[in-house]
């Protein structure tokens, strides 16, 4: 799923991207939210499930 693949930080959250993970059982890519502080998962950002769409591709977190 390539998580990682780009990363942002803003405040006590990062966010990174995985371009190629499964949303509906089509790779078309994801966000991830993390607390920084505590490491522990917040919340997943995903399109709808189109193929090859490079979700998470690129990364830029603007205030959270």
Do not use: C, H, Q, R
Not at 3 to 21: H, P
Request: charged residues 10%; neutral net charge; hydrophobic residues 45%.
């Amino acid at each position: 799923a390539n998580l990682g693949y780009s990363v942002s930080i803003s405040g006590t959250k990062i966010v990174a991207g995985a371009y190629k993970a499964l949303v509906n059982s089509i790779a078309s890519g994801a966000a991830y939210v993390f607390d920084a502080t505590t490491g522990t998962f917040v919340e997943k950002f995903a399109p709808s499930g189109v193929l090859d769409d490079y979700f998470g591709w690129s990364i830029g977190v603007l205030k959270m």
